[in-house]
């Protein structure tokens, strides 16, 4: 109900988005050529036919359905950590930069909900199996995943550097098996999609962009789109204040830092006095993000929906935990 009531302004606008325009004229669902054959299989079964046409809200709706049964999914496999569950709503902003656009699509919103459901659920299924049959799991989610919707595959990666920096906050070592073994699927799994994906990709938009950087140019394209991500983000957030920011990132890693460096705990990770307010500061963001996106929304049709500024969110709620824990630590 909640990831109902937060989308409520996307159905409330009821605009078509970006490629929606496209689709709406001429029903062709064209996601096979973009190497997301699940995402044609889905819809064309949601449309009952070779067509697709416009059922919005329903597949915004049953794509927050796949989302919420994750973040279920998700709690049982972080629960050693935490026994909350706000905190993994908010990571959905982290986990895929882009959730608040997807949602914004009248035709994709259900394929991409549901490449994030994979992605997630693949990472809550390696935890809680056997090495073996964990490792099998995820390969297959995150494969399905891919085929829905390819960005979302960090949604898998972020988790597990999330659960490594909590095992060594709380047991002061990592699960190795458990966790080279699951970053083995994940790139098991993206080479095989890479070498089977070229049998789909079709048009010289999906074969430009399904090129692959050359290795000696890595480190500077990452260094690139680090400054292209915080430009945006500071363009996206003109008129917050900046100081806001600054120190939201500055908390956020303190926070991280403090909280894998300190001793192993009995307390877990996210647990202490500084919930409260970190939620508060988390919800803030979250909310001046949002309040951008559908500021952008109304005025102008086709409007990029940013997430950027929400991106924090998640560092800050659980760094200042961390931060006001050792603090209490050390005081004792």
Same mark, same amino acid.
């Given at each position: 109900?909640?990831?109902?009531?937060?989308?409520?302004?996307?159905?409330?606008?009821?605009?078509?988005?970006?490629?929606?325009?496209?689709?709406?004229?001429? !029903?062709?669902?064209?996601?096979?050529?973009?190497?997301?054959?699940?995402?044609?299989?889905?819809?064309?079964?949601?449309?009952?036919?070779?067509?697709?046409?416009?059922?919005?809200?329903?597949?915004?709706?049953?794509?927050?359905?796949?989302?919420?049964?994750?973040?279920?999914?998700?709690?049982?496999?972080?629960?050693?950590?935490?026994?909350? *569950?706000?905190?993994?709503?908010?990571?959905?902003?982290?986990?895929?930069?882009?959730? $608040?656009?997807?949602?914004?699509?009248?035709?994709?919103?259900?394929?991409?909900?549901?490449?994030?459901?994979?992605?997630?659920?693949?990472?809550?299924?390696?935890?809680?199996?056997?090495?073996?049959?964990?490792?099998?799991?995820?390969?297959?989610?995150?494969?399905?995943? $891919?085929?829905?919707?390819?960005?979302?595959?960090?949604?898998?990666?972020?988790?597990?550097?999330? *659960?490594?920096?909590?095992?060594?906050?709380?047991?002061?070592?990592?699960?190795?098996?458990? *966790?080279?073994?699951?970053?083995?699927?994940?790139?098991?799994?993206?080479?095989?999609?890479?070498?089977?994906?070229?049998?789909?990709?079709?048009?010289?938009?999906?074969?430009?962009?399904?090129?692959?950087?050359?290795?000696?140019?890595?480190?500077?394209?990452?260094?690139?789109?680090?400054?292209?991500?915080?430009?945006?983000?500071?363009?996206?957030?003109?008129?917050?204040?900046?100081?806001?920011?600054?120190?939201?990132?500055?908390?956020? $890693?303190?926070?991280?830092?403090?909280?894998?460096?300190?001793?192993?705990?009995?307390?877990?990770?996210?647990?202490?006095?500084? !919930?409260?307010?970190?939620?508060?500061?988390?919800?803030?963001?979250?909310?001046?993000?949002?309040?951008?996106?559908?500021?952008?929304?109304?005025?102008?049709?086709?409007?990029?929906?940013?997430?950027?500024?929400?991106?924090?969110?998640?560092?800050? *709620?659980?760094?200042?935990?961390?931060?006001?824990?050792?603090?209490?630590?050390?005081?004792?």
């Amino acid at each position: 109900m909640g990831l109902v009531l937060a989308t409520y302004p996307i159905v409330a606008a009821d605009r078509l988005y970006l490629d929606d325009i496209w689709r709406s004229m001429y !029903g062709d669902p064209g996601w096979t050529s973009n190497a997301r054959p699940l995402a044609d299989v889905v819809m064309l079964a949601l449309n009952q036919g070779t067509r697709v046409v416009e059922l919005a809200p329903l597949p915004l709706w049953l794509g927050l359905a796949g989302i919420a049964t994750m973040l279920v999914a998700l709690r049982q496999a972080f629960v050693e950590f935490s026994d909350g *569950h706000a905190w993994l709503a908010m990571a959905l902003l982290v986990l895929q930069p882009f959730f $608040l656009q997807n949602l914004s699509y009248q035709f994709d919103a259900l394929p991409m909900a549901l490449a994030v459901s994979c992605a997630g659920m693949a990472l809550a299924a390696g935890m809680r199996a056997s090495p073996t049959k964990g490792f099998m799991l995820s390969v297959i989610g995150l494969f399905a995943s $891919l085929c829905f919707y390819q960005a979302a595959v960090s949604v898998y990666f972020v988790l597990l550097a999330f *659960h490594a920096l909590f095992s060594l906050a709380t047991y002061g070592t990592l699960q190795w098996r458990r *966790h080279v073994g699951l970053l083995a699927a994940g790139a098991v799994t993206l080479l095989g999609y890479k070498l089977i994906s070229g049998w789909w990709l079709a048009g010289g938009y999906s074969l430009s962009h399904s090129q692959m950087v050359a290795p000696a140019t890595l480190p500077m394209h990452i260094f690139d789109n680090t400054l292209t991500f915080w430009r945006y983000a500071t363009r996206t957030l003109a008129g917050a204040p900046r100081w806001g920011l600054s120190v939201t990132a500055l908390i956020a $890693l303190t926070g991280l830092i403090l909280g894998t460096l300190r001793p192993a705990q009995a307390n877990p990770p996210l647990h202490g006095p500084g !919930g409260s307010c970190s939620c508060w500061s988390s919800c803030c963001y979250y909310r001046l993000a949002r309040w951008v996106s559908w500021r952008r929304l109304k005025t102008r049709s086709g409007a990029r929906a940013p997430s950027s500024g929400s991106a924090l969110c998640v560092p800050v *709620h659980c760094s200042v935990r961390w931060l006001l824990a050792s603090i209490t630590d050390g005081a004792a």
